[in-house]
């Protein structure tokens, strides 16, 4: 979405996505005034100026990122992590897993 002075307005998936940071992590550093400020596009609805957002990614020294250099965050919106089919934990396949019910259990009131 661009406004009538050509600015590009992104959402917070969009802010996610270029920072790599999570939802909470973004609103941290908005209220610390570390990040930039969103802007009210109306109702509820908010918006980052992308621009605002680049140079903001391309001012942090690569520890606060994380090394995000290496993902193609710096100057580019291209992120290059290792595919997530990489196994993080395995367990042994004839280990029986434990089903787990998400409903609740009833209590016996009488």
Do not use: N
């Not at 992104?10 to 802007?39: C, D, Q």
């Not at 596009?41 to 918006?47: D, F, L, N, V, Y």
């Amino acid at each position: 979405m661009e406004d009538k002075m050509g600015f590009r307005f992104i959402t917070l998936a969009g802010v996610k996505e270029l920072t790599a940071f999570g939802r909470e992590k973004i609103y941290k550093l908005t209220r610390e005034g570390r990040f930039p400020s969103p802007r009210k596009a109306g109702g509820r609805s908010t918006r980052w100026i992308e621009h605002e957002v680049i140079e903001w990614i391309e001012a942090q020294p690569k520890a606060v990122l994380g090394g995000a250099d290496c993902c193609g965050i710096v100057g580019s919106k291209a992120r290059s992590h290792p595919p997530a089919s990489t196994p993080v934990a395995a367990t042994a396949p004839d280990t029986p897993r434990k089903r787990v019910s998400s409903r609740r259990k009833r209590v016996d009131r009488s």
